[in-house]
T-cell receptor, first 112, second 117 residues
């Protein structure tokens, strides 16, 4: 069964600190892996997109990595800001389908 | 970037009434639109996929007679929750994609909070 699991489930950090969120997936083969940010009560917004052959992708303070051998991805947030408080969702697209397999999400809270 | 809007953003209705939610792609033509439901602290669950001019494809367990989807144009899809009940209260999110290849990105709307009293 295609699954995408994320850890930790929730995380609290102080403003200015870095953090890393994890994503483990069983979807195989897959065409791409995405990280989304979802603010409370809003729709998800795309942060990064990586194909199965890419190892890393950056978008400002967000850097995603992908290890297709171990089926793991991570999202690193540098110099966190209060506005980073949100849920971060890992999404994997199986090859041959347009559907998204959504991860369980990590709820990040950044405190002043 | 591609923008998807939803209307209304919040709706409160009485049990037994029907509610229509609109999803629009504002700056691109959406070949496919998707409707998701999200319960508190849970991930998005795909309800149905709709292509312009054709019937929607519903996911297993989603009642097509209860959740009516119309994709009348390349920029508009509507979801109607018929005879809504309190258990239908949820956050409904649509997404749209522009291209026809399987890897084209879905752009998500801001969501609609439905509360059924």
């Amino acid at each position: 069964k295609n699954q995408v699991e994320q850890s930790p489930q929730s995380l609290i950090i102080l403003e200015g600190k870095n953090c890393t969120l994890q994503c483990n997936y069983t979807v195989s083969p897959f065409s791409n892996l995405r990280w989304y940010k979802q603010d409370t009560g809003r729709g998800p917004v795309s942060l990064t997109i990586m194909t199965f052959s890419e190892n890393t992708k950056s978008n400002g303070r967000y850097t995603a990595t992908l290890d297709a051998d171990t089926k793991q991805s991570s999202l690193h947030i540098t110099a966190s800001q209060l506005s980073d408080s949100a849920s971060y969702i890992c999404v994997v697209s199986p090859i041959g389908t347009y559907k998204y397999i959504f991860g369980t999400g990590t709820r990040l809270k950044v405190l002043a | 970037g591609a923008v998807v809007s939803q209307h209304p953003s919040r709706v409160i209705c009485k049990s037994g009434t029907s509610v229509k939610i609109e999803c629009r792609s504002l700056d691109f033509q959406a070949t496919t639109m998707f409707w998701y439901r999200q319960f508190p602290k849970q991930s998005l669950m795909l309800m149905a996929t709709s292509n312009e001019g054709s019937k929607a494809t519903y996911e297993q367990g989603v009642e097509k007679d209860k959740f009516l989807i119309n994709h009348a144009s390349l920029t508009l899809s509507t979801l109607t929750v018929t005879s809504a009940h309190p258990e239908d209260s949820s956050f409904y999110i649509c997404s749209a994609r522009e291209g026809r290849t399987l890897t084209d990105t879905q752009y998500f709307g801001p969501g609609t909070r439905l509360t059924v009293l």
